[in-house]
Nanobody, 124 residues
Framework: QVQLVETGGGLVQAGGSLRLSCAAS????????MGWFRQAPGKEREFVAV????????YYADSVKGRFTISRDNAKNLVYLQMNSLKPEDTAVYYC?????????????????WGQGTQVTVSS
């Protein structure tokens, strides 16, 4: 099992920045990819960003490309999501997720473990 805990959410004005952190514990060696998803009220959970493989390849949703950056610190079992130029439409609960295999990483079904989520609210 892998346990994931997200921190760093909060309230920020449009145009501001936040950095989310995800701490992984347990059988972290079994994970290949780490991703971030978000879910706004009344909407489905949507992909935000993922980092995978030994080389740390990354991929982003078009809606956040150029504004968000995903990174990881393997030595500390941490994954980060730096969010800049935030918009009100970025308001959601943000979830960290871990996948054992590098497949279907753009969809929730590609992930095996999930954190409890952290709220991000962007005011206009």
């Amino acid at each position: 099992q892998v346990q994931l805990v997200e921190t760093g959410g909060g309230l920020v004005q449009a145009g501001g920045s936040l950095r989310l952190s995800c701490a992984a514990s347990g059988r972290t060696f079994s994970t290949n990819a780490m991703g971030w998803f978000r879910q706004a009220p009344g909407k489905e959970r949507e992909f935000v960003a993922v980092v995978w493989g030994s080389g740390g390849s990354t991929y982003y949703a078009d809606s956040v490309k150029g504004r968000f950056t995903i990174s990881r610190d393997n030595a500390k079992n941490l994954v980060y999501l730096q969010m800049n130029s935030l918009k009100p439409e970025d308001t959601a609960v943000y979830y960290c997720a871990a996948a054992r295999a590098a497949a279907a990483l753009g969809t929730p079904r590609g992930y095996d473990y999930w954190g409890q989520g952290t709220q991000v609210t962007v005011s206009s």
